[in-house]
C-alpha cells in the first residue's frame, strides 16, 4: 500500500492522517494486522465439553471455536474446502461433524475431512483427503480461560505478545485466586457506523471524552441514592482516590492500553457499601476477594496494590469493560471490521465463577445497564462516532488530520509512580492511542 496514510503517525508527530480510515489502508489491514496478530476468539466456559462449538470471527474470517473429541480446542476457518460454503451456520451448539449444505463434505470437530459424496465413483484413488481438511489457525493458546489464535505459525508467543499486559490480566482481571471468569450463556450484536480502530483506540486510551460524552449519565448517577444505575463510584478520582493509565509495552511490541487504574481505600469501601445492600453474602465475597488479590500483588511487590482496571484494548480489536469493581460484570468485547466505514460489535459477559449467586446476577445487570446497545454508555458513544464518521466521507473533511497530542509535550508528572509493568501515565494522556497507530502503522509497513 502506499505509505502516505502513515505520514503523520501519532506517535512521532500527534497527529494521524485520514488516510489511515481509507478503503486502501482498509484492504490492506486486514492481511497485515488481522493476518498477523493474535486475536481473541472466545473464552473456554463457551465449549466446556467435547465436541461444543461457537461460530466467531477473525477480522472479516467467520471461524468456528471446537472443542473436539479429544478435548483439544481449534479454531477453524468455517469455509468448505470444496466451493466455499460455510459448514456451521449456527452461532454454538454440539456436533460431532459439520457437513457442507452444498455437495455434502463433511468434517470432524477437528477439522479433518471424513466425507466426500460419490467419492469412490467420481474422484478415484487419486484425491487425499487428508489434504483437505478445514483450515485451521495454526497457533491457539487458551490464556486462563481466554482462547486466543494467529494466522501465522511462527512469531512471538501469546505471552510475549502481551507482554506487560499479562500482569494486569492475571492479577486483576483473571485472578485464578478468587476463582476466575465464566462467560455467561448469549451474545449481543450491533453494528457502530464507525470504523474500528476508532472503538478500539477509545477503550485502550480515551480517559477525556468520559465528562464530556457521558455528562448526563454521570449527572444521573451521582443523584442515585438506591445505587440501581451500577455499582461503579463516582468519577472524581480526587474524592475516590488516584486513577491512573497504562501503556503496555510502550515503544516495543504490541501496544495494550488500560485505563482508570484505582487505587484508593475508597474503591474497596464503596464496594462494602453497594455489597451491604445486596446481603451479607455479598460483603463476605468482597472482603474475601480483597484479602485474596492484597496478599497475591503484595507478594510481587507490587506498590500501591491497585484495585482494578476500568476498561482496556487487547491490540487490536479485543476490549475489556468493568473491570472497576468487585460487582461489576465483564464486558469481553470484539470490535469486527465490516468496511472502512462500520463495525460489528461482538459482546459477551462475564462473572466470577465462585461469587454467590446475587453478586453474578449483579454484575450482570450492571453490565446490561451499562455497556451494552441499550445501555446508558454506549449509545452516547453510538452518535458521536457516527457523526465523526461521517465527516471521515466528506470531500473537505477528508483533508485535515486528528490530533493525538494530548500529554505528548505537556506531561502531568507523577509525584510517587507506582512500580507496576509497563508505562503508567497520567489519566488525561493519549499516549495510548499514539502507541496504537504506532503499532499499526509499523504492521502496514511490514515490519515485524
Not at 27 to 37: I, K, R, S, Y
Not at 198 to 225: C, K, Y
Not at 259 to 270: D, K, N, P, T
Amino acid at each position: 500500500m502506499s505509505t502516505s496514510g502513515l505520514q503523520h503517525n501519532p506517535s512521532a508527530t500527534g497527529l494521524l492522517s485520514k488516510e489511515v480510515f481509507s478503503q486502501e489502508s482498509y484492504d490492506a489491514e486486514l492481511a497485515n494486522v488481522f493476518g498477523t496478530c493474535w486475536l481473541f476468539v472466545g473464552h473456554t466456559s463457551m465449549i466446556p465439553n467435547s465436541g461444543d462449538y461457537v461460530s466467531t470471527a477473525m477480522g472479516e474470517d467467520p471461524v468456528i471455536v471446537t472443542r473436539s473429541q479429544d478435548g483439544q480446542i481449534h479454531v477453524l476457518l468455517n469455509k468448505c474446502r470444496h466451493r466455499g460454503n460455510r459448514v456451521c451456520l449456527f452461532d454454538k451448539g454440539n456436533s460431532k461433524s459439520f457437513t457442507c449444505s452444498y455437495h455434502g463434505w463433511g468434517y470432524t470437530t477437528a477439522g479433518d475431512l471424513k466425507a466426500v459424496p460419490f467419492l469412490d465413483a467420481a474422484y478415484g484413488d487419486s484425491f487425499d483427503k487428508s489434504k483437505w481438511g478445514l483450515i485451521a489457525a495454526p497457533r491457539v493458546t487458551d490464556f486462563h480461560g481466554l482462547i486466543f489464535a494467529s494466522w501465522v505459525p511462527e512469531g512471538p508467543t501469546l505471552r510475549e505478545y502481551l507482554g506487560d499486559a499479562v500482569w494486569y490480566l492475571e492479577n486483576m482481571m483473571l485472578d485464578e485466586s478468587i476463582g476466575g471468569l465464566e462467560v455467561v450463556p448469549g451474545v449481543q450484536r450491533y453494528r457502530m457506523p464507525a470504523n474500528w480502530k476508532l472503538l478500539a483506540e477509545n477503550f485502550a486510551g480515551d480517559q477525556a471524552h468520559v465528562m464530556v460524552t457521558h455528562a448526563s449519565v454521570l449527572s444521573v448517577r451521582a443523584q442515585n441514592i438506591d445505587h440501581k444505575l451500577g455499582a461503579l463510584p463516582g468519577r472524581d478520582v480526587r474524592a475516590t482516590g488516584a486513577s491512573y493509565g497504562v501503556a503496555c509495552n510502550d515503544g516495543d511490541g504490541a501496544p495494550h492500553g488500560l485505563l482508570e487504574i484505582r487505587v484508593g481505600e475508597s474503591f474497596y469501601q464503596h464496594d462494602l457499601d453497594q455489597a451491604a445492600a445486596i446481603g451479607p453474602e455479598a460483603v463476605d465475597w468482597v472482603r474475601d476477594r480483597q484479602v485474596a488479590r492484597q496478599s497475591n500483588m503484595q507478594a510481587q511487590g507490587a506498590d500501591p496494590v491497585p484495585y482494578g482496571f476500568h476498561i482496556g484494548n487487547i491490540f487490536p480489536n479485543f476490549s475489556l469493560v468493568g473491570l472497576g469493581t468487585a460487582l461489576d460484570g465483564v464486558g469481553l468485547i470484539l470490535w469486527l471490521p465490516r468496511g472502512p466505514h462500520e463495525t460489528e460489535v461482538w459482546q459477551w459477559c462475564a462473572v466470577n465463577k465462585d461469587a454467590p449467586d446475587s453478586v453474578r446476577r449483579r454484575q450482570r445487570e450492571v453490565l446490561m445497564q451499562q455497556q451494552s446497545a441499550a445501555g446508558v454508555f454506549a449509545p452516547d458513544d453510538h452518535e458521536n462516532f457516527e457523526r465523526l464518521q461521517n465527516n471521515l466521507r466528506s470531500t473537505e473533511g477528508r483533508k485535515w488530520p486528528f490530533n493525538y497530542e494530548m500529554g505528548r509535550d505537556k506531561r502531568i508528572e507523577l509525584d510517587d509512580p507506582p512500580n507496576w509493568p509497563g508505562t503508567v501515565t497520567q489519566a488525561l494522556s493519549e499516549t495510548n492511542q499514539r502507541e496504537f497507530y504506532r503499532y499499526w502503522g509499523e504492521l502496514m509497513a511490514g515490519k515485524e
